[in-house]
């Protein structure tokens, strides 16, 4: 038995661990990409102060704020003008269209955002 350091915390343990006792990183496993993923898991949760924020995944971010935004207020905004164009129902359709469309669109850029996030986080592992 020899003592090695975790790659995540730096401690001292024991290469017959499997995970370290101290920040619960995995040690020895042998499938190498999911010990990557568990320990980037952990790292983001006991270090979350510390996470670098990708610049890629910020403007996604930022994208999505906007399309909401402009979502939303497109949709409110087409059934206000077809109120006043006695045309309610269609009005209403064409809002809840609007606000769907909105919500499948900002679902997606937000999990490209998360998937550029978790790359970041791997490679800078």
Same mark, same amino acid.
């Given at each position: 038995m020899a003592i090695i350091q975790c790659q995540n915390c730096?401690?001292?343990?024991?290469?017959? +661990?499997k995970e370290c006792p101290h920040c619960k990183s995995i040690i020895n496993d042998t499938n190498r990409i999911e010990n990557i993923i568990n320990n980037v898991k952990v790292r983001t949760d006991t270090l979350s102060n510390k996470k670098t924020?990708?610049?890629? +995944? +910020?403007?996604?971010?930022?994208?999505?704020?906007?399309?909401?935004? &402009?979502?939303y207020f497109g949709g409110i905004i087409s059934l206000i003008i077809y109120a006043q164009l #006695?045309?309610?129902?269609?009005? &209403? &359709?064409?809002?809840?269209?609007?606000?769907?469309?909105?919500?499948?669109?900002? &679902?997606m850029f937000e999990a490209i955002g998360e998937g550029l996030q978790?790359?970041? #986080?791997?490679?800078?592992?």
């Open positions: 730096g401690k001292n343990v024991s290469n017959k +661990a924020r990708n610049k890629v +995944a +910020a403007k996604f971010s930022m994208v999505v704020w906007f399309i909401r935004i &402009l979502g #006695d045309n309610f129902e269609i009005g &209403l &359709l064409v809002c809840v269209i609007t606000c769907i469309v909105t919500w499948f669109s900002t &679902l978790l790359l970041e #986080d791997i490679k800078n592992k």
